[in-house]
């Protein structure tokens, strides 16, 4: 199975054959040494139930003027990883604003933010100095996948502050569905695996989507 495949329980994610009719009981007995004394074959590590909060970013959602559709999204993707939306809240295209709204959220016991909008490059695209405002260290801005380049990733403390680019609002499946299950499963997430996902980053479009079972996310 590819890397970071996200499985339920009870699913098939090994499997090997005995070559010869007969095996001496020694010689699995020495290959089951091996694989305890060098780490394992395969690793299945169980997601963590997150208290998530979802910061919505943008002036014209803030102010009324068009609906908010990010935070549906995010919070049916939260809770098919068996997680809990704990905490939502709009703010403008404000840097201070945000840094405080991501400190209120920590107080408050979310333990993995979510921040939408203002990923890019415009003069109102704040979100990434909202978070570097907030204290975050390290920030690793730009992600080797697409749909979801402009995903970003900081940390406070070991909090995760995942800026969700845009992109999410439009395609059923970016690089937060290849991430977001990773940092559930307790894996820190740096610029080093933000790179390796460039290995089946780039999604086909599909008219259907078959995601996972598709290239996409085979990172190494
Ligand atoms: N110079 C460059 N510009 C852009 C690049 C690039 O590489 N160079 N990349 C593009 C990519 S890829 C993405 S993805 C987007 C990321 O954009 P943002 O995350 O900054 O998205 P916004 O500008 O905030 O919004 C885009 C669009 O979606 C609407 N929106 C935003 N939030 C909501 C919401 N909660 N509910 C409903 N609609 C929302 C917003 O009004 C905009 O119309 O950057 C490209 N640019
Ligand atoms: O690369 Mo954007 O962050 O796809 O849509």
New binding site residues.
Partial sequence: MHSHTLVKKGQRVAATRAIPLVMKRASVERAAAIARTNGWVVDVLPLQSARVGLV?T?N??YQGL?????APILRAKVEALGSEVAAMDQVPDSAERIAATIHKQMEQGCDLLLL???????PD?VTRHGIRRAGADPIHYGAAAL?G??LLVAYIGDVPLLGV???A?HHPTTVLDLVLPRFLAGETIGRRELAFLGHGGLCQDCDRCTFPHCGFGKAL
Avoid: H, K, N, Y
Wanted: glycine letters at 16%; one cysteine or more.
């Fill in positions: 919505i943008g014209e959602v068009i609906q908010d559709r990010f939408t909008g203002g990923m890019s490059v415009d695209d749909p380049a402009m680019p845009g992109c609002l």
